[in-house]
């Protein structure tokens, strides 16, 4: 057995002039979930379909349990890789029962092998009482399960999941996703999801890969892609993210709310999020709160400074400490919270 259960090396496809992927690398441990996050043509689809099998790719590689199954001259099929699917909209078969799914994909097996199978599937699942129900008659949340029980039926390496949660309530959403991670560990099963939901891929994963523009942004675990990102591209896919313009010198940045190591020299980007921004009243503070907004728990601060680096800040606050619109505010944050990045920035025209 590999260490993982599905690979993608430097993988690149082109559509004409356009690059879908561009030396895509990515790994899926084995028993493992990874989420991979990415806005709409980002190119995460694509690479979806090119695990998958339903597309071939211009360079790179594709591995499935150790074994090449996608190159420039190999594509070998869907039903021939040790992968399961789930996709968007769950794809049952109108016309089968749940049970009939299930067992659909165990073609090679006697009939009575593979309804006792999907019968153990379906109960594993929550869903032995719902066995001859059509798909129609099922609820989203069933038959989502029931797609995850017919990608697993055949005991694959690793299964691909197609925004899995995204038609659901969320109640129901956060159920499903602890229900789901369950059985995928107790199956021992990779998992790749596909996702645009950042809190969704941060609560399920397991390692996070980023994906933007056909190329692969940062990958990790995901409290260290969280806290430590490698760009502010990436660090904004994980979640709002504040920046303001600053001239780093003799390896530090100054600013209204404090000095700030830096490895880089020249202009830059200094960047927090709005959770890591302390607000404090202060009648002398170089900070003013310019707008309010939020209900429940939490409000979002925007604060205007006009110190050097002039700039935008946001802060997200509990909502019986958050200051009215025009007050004067002192802000804090800990360098650990704080991220730089070099900046080149643009010409005027």
């Known amino acids: 057995m590999t260490q993982f259960a599905l690979e ?34 980002s190119g995460k689809s694509t690479l979806l379909r090119v695990l998958a099998g339903l597309e071939g790719i211009d360079a790179g590689q594709v591995l499935a349990d150790g074994h090449v199954v996608s190159d420039a001259q190999l594509i070998v099929p869907p039903e021939q890789r040790p992968l399961g699917m789930v996709f968007q ?26 309804l006792a199978l999907a019968e153990n599937w379906l109960d594993r699942v929550g869903l032995s009482h719902r066995a001859n129900a059509y798909p ?27 925004e899995p949660f995204s038609g659901l309530d969320p109640h129901l959403r956060a159920e499903l996703q602890a229900r789901t991670l369950a059985t995928l560990a107790d199956a021992g099963v990779a998992a790749l999801i596909v996702s645009h939901d950042t809190e969704e891929a941060l609560a399920v994963a397991d390692e996070v890969a980023i994906i933007e523009a056909g190329r692969i942004l940062q990958s990790g675990l995901p409290h260290e892609v969280y806290n430590q990102p490698a760009s502010l591209a990436a660090a904004r896919a994980l979640g ?19 000095t700030f190591p830096c490895p880089h020299v020249g202009q830059v980007l200094l960047c927090a999020r709005p959770e890591a921004t302390q607000v404090t009243l202060a009648p002398d503070g170089m ?12 409000r979002m601060l925007r604060l205007k400074t006009h110190a050097s680096p002039i700039g935008t800040v946001m802060a997200q606050v509990e909502a019986n ?29």
Request: a positive charge; zero cysteines; hydrophobic letters at 45%.
């Open 89 to 114: 909209d769950y794809a049952l078969f109108p016309h089968l029962t749940a049970l009939g799914n299930v067992a659909f994909g165990l073609g090679k097996q006697p009939k009575a092998a593979r």
């Open 321 to 349: 400490k958050a200051p009215e619109i025009g007050s004067a505010v002192h802000i804090e944050i800990s360098p650990e919270d704080v991220f730089i990045f070099p900046h080149q920035p643009t010409p005027a025209t």
């Open 8 to 41: 993608a090396r430097a993988i690149s496809r082109a559509f004409g002039a356009v690059k879908a992927l561009d030396g895509v690398s990515l790994s899926v441990p084995a028993g493992k979930v990874v989420a991979l996050l990415g806005q709409s043509g």
């Open 240 to 258: 709002a993210v504040w920046a303001l313009e600053a001239t780093s010198q003799h390896g530090r940045v100054e600013t209204p709310f404090g």
């Open 136 to 162: 129609h008659q099922l609820s989203g949340g069933e038959q989502q399960r029931v797609a995850l029980a017919r990608a697993l039926a055949p005991s694959p390496r690793a299964v691909l999941m197609d």
């Open 287 to 298: 900070f003013g709160v310019t707008d309010r907004r939020g209900v429940g728990r939490f």
